[in-house]
């Protein structure tokens, strides 16, 4: 059965330094989110993409995020300059249709020292 | 903006027994996902429910949605130690992002 697949599993970065999250959606789904979970709180949305652009993004999606689509199956997620309160789960997730179910990845960790 | 309260926060249940879990929303609901979190792994999908009144079922797990669309429940038969979990409700709001509510953890004892 065809998955959400995320890399890395986990990431350890120094605060300040950029990192990029990778998300490979399910291969004939069109909308594409990144959402995150801070430990012990709810998960939350971040942003979502369609048609080769941002669609809609929370307020926690600042200017030190940026999404990408650089090929045919690839999906990223940026985050310029990591702050300690960037440390999360990162989830991506894809969906086939607008309104349609969305199928989540296993997530990246990403830890801010 | 949307909020969900899901209820309870905590459940431990005996193996074998019946439980429910409730998800509550602020506004009416367009979409409701049903969603397991494993510790530390990703969301799951178990069920969307569209239409008030609507009921779905999936081996032991059954999900309603009232009729006014505004709470769903989550009803577990003959609970095992593989439905141990988190389990979260998401809403559509009538856009695509999904609202989710805290989550109930779910622990199954022998």
């Known amino acids: 059965e065809p998955e959400v697949t995320q890399t890395p599993s986990h990431q350890v970065t120094q605060m300040g330094q950029e990192v990029i999250l990778r998300c490979v959606p399910i291969?004939?789904?069109?909308?594409f989110y990144w959402y995150r979970q801070i430990l012990g709180q709810k998960v939350e949305f971040l942003v979502s993409f369609y048609n080769n652009e941002i669609s809609e993004k929370s307020e926690i999606f600042d200017d030190q995020f940026s999404v990408e689509r650089p090929d045919g199956s690839n999906f990223t997620l940026k985050i310029r300059s990591t702050k300690l309160e960037d440390s999360a789960m990162y989830f991506c997730?894809?969906?086939?249709?607008?309104?349609?179910?969305?199928?989540f990845g296993p997530g990246t960790r990403l830890l801010v020292l | 903006s949307q909020e969900l309260e899901q209820s309870p926060q905590s459940l431990i249940v005996q193996e074998g027994k019946n439980l429910t879990i409730n998800c509550t929303s602020s506004k009416t609901l367009y979409g409701l996902y049903w969603y397991k979190q494993k510790y530390g792994e990703g969301l799951i999908f178990l069920m969307m429910l569209q239409k008030g009144g609507e009921e779905k079922s999936h081996e032991k797990i059954t999900a309603k949605l009232d009729e006014k669309k505004q709470q769903s429940s989550l009803h577990i038969t003959a609970s095992q130690p593989s439905h141990a979990g988190t389990y979260l409700c998401g809403a559509d709001a009538g856009n695509t992002p999904l609202v989710f509510g805290k989550g109930t953890r779910l622990s199954v004892i022998a």
């Open positions: 997730a894809s969906c086939r249709d607008y309104a349609e179910t969305q199928y």
């Open positions: 291969s004939n789904h069109l909308y």
